[in-house]
């Protein structure tokens, strides 16, 4: 490989998914102007779920991500490196389990024997698996039809699947575009776990100035939604395609606020991932705290 000359910029490859806080912090263009002045560039790059960000990271093409809650579980059990750096919360309904308004299924009980559309290791799969406990069942008594968003978006309106765990902003599309029925969501009971700022093991520790410089950018953009709620919706329309009445109906429901890393927020995570291992749906049990790299927020 033929070595960059000297005075060329570093990159900072970031992954992101639509409608999260990266989203915003791409579009307000924040993080790149602060990082130009430390003679870095951003590279952003766009996944549809979780589970093909970390797989990204692990490969070495993305430095620093942010998932739901089961991503970094189902990497870390297939031996992906990945860290945890920084936690946000979500809000109760930013996630659900729905059906069409017309199905014949009432409850999370009816789905037995039923089709159910998710992406695996994704933040709905964990939704599903403690839904269906909630109602008695067994993850194996429901069929999961594994399916990238778009796709399962698709076999919902065909009728290809009975029902769809999925999160927003794909959830408020569809919400605005057809009636639905929500069977389950985080407020009915389920404890609903974090989302996670992940890093690259091994950027993490070369570059622990920029992973801050990204962390604080996320904080200060928490900050200003706030604040700007209808400029928020704004931006993130125009960098998702999502019209600004389905954003601004996700961001009304969502929860905003980077925190990091505690024995609380890491007890929270183990109990997903303990709840994965005991159904036997990752190869093998994983302590997360052992992949757990706090970074300052605050700057201090």
Do not use: C
């Amino acid at each position: 490989m033929t070595p960059m000359p000297a005075s060329a910029e570093a990159v900072l490859n970031i992954g992101y998914q639509k409608g999260t806080p990266l989203t915003l912090l791409k579009a307000r263009g924040t993080l790149d102007s602060a990082l130009a002045a430390k003679g870095y560039a951003v590279r952003w790059t766009e996944f549809p779920a979780g589970p093909p960000l970390l797989e990204a990271m692990n490969a070495g093409s993305i430095d620093i991500g942010y998932t739901g809650a089961p991503p970094p579980i189902f990497a870390q059990a297939a031996g992906s490196r990945v860290a945890y750096l920084a936690a946000e919360p979500a809000g109760p309904h930013n996630e659900a389990l729905i059906v069409r308004a017309g199905s014949p299924l009432k409850s999370v009980a009816d789905l037995k024997g039923h089709t159910v559309a998710l992406a695996r290791g994704s933040s709905s799969h964990y939704l599903l698996v403690a839904a269906l406990a909630q109602a008695g069942l067994r993850y194996e008594d429901v069929k999961p039809v594994f399916l990238s968003p778009a796709d399962a978006r698709a076999a919902f309106d065909s009728g290809h699947v009975d029902a769809w765990a999925i999160w927003d902003p794909y959830l408020a599309v569809v919400q605005a575009a057809e009636p639905t029925r929500t069977l389950a969501d985080y407020a009915s009971g389920i404890p609903q776990p974090y989302s996670f700022f992940l890093g690259a093991p091994d950027f993490v520790k070369a570059h622990r100035d920029i992973v801050e410089a990204v962390l604080r950018a996320v904080a200060d953009g928490d900050a200003w939604v706030s604040t700007h709620r209808d400029e928020t919706a704004q931006l993130i329309a125009r960098e998702t395609g999502v019209p600004p009445v389905v954003v601004s109906r996700f961001l009304a429901r969502s929860r905003f606020g980077i925190v990091p890393l505690d024995t609380s927020i890491l007890a929270s995570q183990q109990r997903v991932a303990d709840v994965f291992a005991a159904q036997h749906l990752i190869p093998r049990a994983v302590k997360v705290d052992a992949i757990a790299a706090p970074v300052s927020i605050s700057g201090k």
